[in-house]
């Protein structure tokens, strides 16, 4: 019998290693999320020389999330789930400074046999910002992982939930979702949508439009026409948020998307932003 050798890749880690690989995940998501992704990894690693507060229940579970994600090893994957933790510590940090307290209700507690529901939840964020190729969404996937931490009226069930639905949704489409979520503080164009436009780009902005209608997200409903009837033509004005939509504009934090994805979302179906 051969006598077992050990390598270095043995050897049990150590608290510190792991500080130091989630760490360095979390500063990994600088591509996407900028300088602050350094200021966000003191935040969770080293409060002490932090420049901004956010609790200490969730930074432990960030602690947690990015040091399981600290060995992924295709790096734009990478890049994206530091990011996505980067921005939930920017959004987390904003929160705090403004009064919203985190939840008290055993989201950050383990039950018996299984994790905290805020740490499955934030595995579940950082799982869907690797798979976001584009990667202008990491951002509010981070959002929304601060925001359920500060929500008790949302259970774990329907954060994943919301998720699922997300997963589905381009960029264009949550530009769309966050025009028509602001529309009584900037007014969306009054001109009717072409039922059938000739150009592809506004053809696939229509049928985005479509699609979040068929989906449940915004009302009215799309109407199937018959033969020879004459529907109404639709507007952006005349789009509102259905409770399904208002859940996944208000735990994405739709409120601040940009405006000029918002603007070129409406270009792209052919129509001027009020």
Excluded at 126 to 151: C, I, K, N, P, Q
Excluded at 207 to 227: H, K
Excluded at 232 to 240: G, K, S, V, Y
């Amino acid at each position: 019998m051969q006598e077992c050798r050990r390598t270095d890749e043995d050897h049990p880690v150590t608290a510190s290693e792991e500080i130091v690989t989630g760490r360095a995940l979390v500063e990994a998501g600088s591509p996407v999320a900028g300088s602050m992704s350094r200021a966000a990894a003191t935040v969770v690693f080293e409060p002490g020389s932090a420049k901004v507060a956010v609790d200490e229940r969730f930074t432990a579970c960030l602690r947690a999330v990015a040091g399981e994600a600290a060995a992924l090893t295709v790096p734009r994957e990478r890049v994206r789930a530091g990011a996505a933790l980067a921005f939930a510590v920017e959004y987390a940090a904003t929160l705090h400074r403004t009064g919203r307290s985190v939840r008290s209700d055993g989201w950050f507690a383990a039950g018996p046999g299984s994790r905290p529901v805020a740490e499955e939840v934030a595995e579940t964020v950082v799982s869907a910002a690797r798979r976001s190729t584009d990667e202008r969404r990491v951002r509010h996937l981070g959002y929304l992982l601060a925001e359920a931490a500060v929500s008790p009226d949302l259970d774990g069930h329907l954060v994943a939930r919301t998720l699922r639905i997300v997963e589905t949704l381009s960029w264009r489409q949550l530009a769309l979702l966050a025009g028509v979520g602001r529309r009584d503080r900037v007014p969306l164009p009054m001109a009717p949508l072409e039922d059938d436009p000739r150009t592809w780009t506004a053809w696939g902005a229509r049928e985005d439009v479509a699609d979040l209608q068929r989906a449940g997200l915004l009302d009215p409903p799309a109407l199937n026409s018959r033969p020879g009837a004459v529907l109404p033509r639709l507007r952006m004005a005349d789009l509102r948020l259905t409770r399904r939509g208002v859940l996944v504009h208000r735990l994405l934090v739709l409120e601040l998307l940009h405006d000029d994805a918002v603007a070129a979302a409406l270009a792209d179906l052919g129509l001027p932003r009020s």
